[in-house]
């Protein structure tokens, strides 16, 4: 079996709470009995014996230096929590830190308005970035040399990774762990936080609702997701759904939009993709049948898709990632 991967916490006074316990949630977390590989999850601080005051009477102990993050290889992690005040000062030690391990190669990623931090260490220079929606002008305003998103739930540069605000933290840490271990095993730790196992990073931060609608057209929204997720085979078009849920295409397409942040057919093959990682993970199906059965048509369509979303391909993610039930995933 591969080493556990490391997963470095970066802590310093002013570390958003939530973010700590999300991340503690989805790395320190044992789950050996339901196949989930083991992680090595060390909170790393620039003096370890000192407490790390948090917002709400709460302080974090630390187990590790600074100096630990030197050590990781490019397959493991630093992750840095969102800050409560983006404008207070972060230890230039923290600064330094992440700029090592990204030069080594190592993924770095923040929560919220962790990017902050990130964009002080000079990470986001000429990358794309996301943060909470309301500190997005800020983030631009403050760091004109990163290219921010404002509607993104999660953003991947060269190695940088950014999430929104608060559940879109959940988002990230799913995602990387989705992108290390594969799909099954994210949605294993999702279901033990009774959380959603997947959201694209794309999908908007929040969904504008009109107040005086009824929740009929969201139902027949949430049934006709229901059926397409049932019949994923099926060759689905925009006009297809619109007549399952009974509108027409023009106010189907506005209001699956409105209700979700995401295009009807963007969610479809998002959910097709999911539907054929599992397969592969789970079953000996040879590649046309896995596709035939998440809904691609062809293997040759399902490949275009796996590289646009996974950036990879459908047999080298079944070679990664395949395991048999009950035993623990193959770690890249």
Do not use: N
């Not at 590989?37 to 620039?46: D, V, W």
């Not at 993050?69 to 030690?93: F, R, S």
């Not at 992440?98 to 000079?122: N, W």
């Not at 107040?211 to 057209?217: E, K, L």
């Amino acid at each position: 079996m591969a080493a556990p991967q490391r997963i470095a916490l970066v802590s310093f006074p002013g570390i958003r709470a939530f973010d700590v316990s999300v991340v503690t949630e989805v790395w320190g977390t044992d789950r050996a009995d339901r196949a989930v590989p083991a992680f090595e999850l060390r909170r790393t601080a620039a003096d370890p014996a000192a407490p790390v005051p948090i917002r709400g009477g709460l302080t974090l102990a630390p187990d590790r230096s600074l100096d630990w993050i030197d050590t990781l290889t490019p397959t493991d992690l630093v992750l840095v929590p969102g800050i409560e005040d983006p404008d207070a000062d972060v230890p230039p030690p923290v600064l330094d830190a992440l700029r090592r391990a990204h030069a080594h190669g190592v993924p770095v990623a923040s929560l919220c308005a962790g990017a902050f931090v990130l964009a002080r260490a000079g990470l986001l220079d000429g990358r794309r970035a996301v943060t909470h929606w309301r500190l997005a002008g800020t983030l631009a305003a403050r760091h004109p040399r990163v290219r921010v998103e404002p509607e993104a739930l999660y953003i991947e540069d060269t190695g940088v990774w950014t999430s929104a605000g608060t559940a879109a933290g959940i988002d990230l840490c799913l995602h990387l762990v989705r992108t290390a271990h594969g799909a099954e095993v994210a949605a294993t730790v999702a279901r033990s936080m009774v959380t959603a196992p997947f959201r694209t990073g794309t999908q908007a931060q929040f969904i504008e609702r009109p107040t005086p609608r009824t929740d009929r057209d969201e139902d027949a929204l949430a049934a006709v997701r229901a059926h397409a997720l049932a019949h994923l085979d099926l060759p689905h078009t925009v006009a297809s759904l619109a007549a399952h849920a009974g509108m027409s295409p023009r106010s189907f397409a506005r209001h699956f939009q409105a209700t979700t942040g995401t295009t009807p057919l963007h969610w479809l093959i998002t959910q097709r993709v999911a539907a054929a990682q599992k397969l592969l993970e789970r079953t000996d199906h040879p590649l046309p049948e896995v596709a035939r059965r998440a809904g691609f048509g062809s293997e040759v369509t399902m490949r275009q898709h796996f590289a646009a979303h996974l950036a990879t391909s459908p047999r080298d993610y079944r070679a990664a990632f395949r395991h048999t039930a009950g035993s623990s995933p193959i770690a890249r």
